[in-house]
């Protein structure tokens, strides 16, 4: 898989978390627990440096990789818990798992 499949991956995840963060403030209910907020939260913040560690051809980009790729499991995970009463939660999910899937291969890399 090409390093730039891998960045847009995480560019999306990136996107799609952070709307969602958004999405859920405006919504309350389950998508606006402070537990599901930092997950999206952490997990928009470590797609963007992923993507920044590749952009820039760090040597240690597999490492950051590694763990975004965790982070986005558990966070596509958590969205999948709400997403047959939240359209943007299983967006966010599968841009998620989208996102841990290219993180890996790269690793593998």
Same mark, same amino acid.
């Given at each position: /898989?090409p #390093?730039?499949?891998?960045?847009?991956a =995480?560019?999306?995840? %990136?996107r799609? =978390?952070?709307?969602? !963060?958004? %999405?859920g /403030?405006q919504?309350g209910?389950?998508?606006a +627990?402070w537990? #599901?907020?930092?997950?999206l939260?952490?997990c928009?913040?470590?797609? +963007?440096?992923?993507?920044d560690? /590749?952009?820039?051809?760090s040597?240690?980009?597999?490492l950051?990789?590694? !763990?975004t790729? +965790?982070?986005?499991?558990? =966070?596509?995970?958590?969205c999948?818990?709400l997403?047959?009463?939240? !359209?943007?939660?299983? +967006? =966010?999910?599968e841009?998620?798992?989208r996102?841990?899937?290219?993180c890996?291969?790269? !690793?593998k890399?």
């Open positions: /898989m #390093l730039s499949d891998t960045i847009d =995480c560019d999306l995840a %990136h799609a =978390c952070t709307e969602s !963060v958004i %999405h /403030m919504q209910g389950h998508s +627990e537990e #599901l907020i930092q997950l939260l952490d928009a913040d470590i797609n +963007e440096t992923a993507a560690f /590749m952009l820039r051809s040597r240690l980009h597999h950051i990789c590694q !763990v790729a +965790e982070i986005n499991d558990k =966070c596509a995970s958590a999948e818990k997403s047959k009463e939240d !359209v943007r939660l299983k +967006e =966010c999910a841009a998620c798992r996102a841990a899937t290219a890996r291969k790269t !690793v890399n």
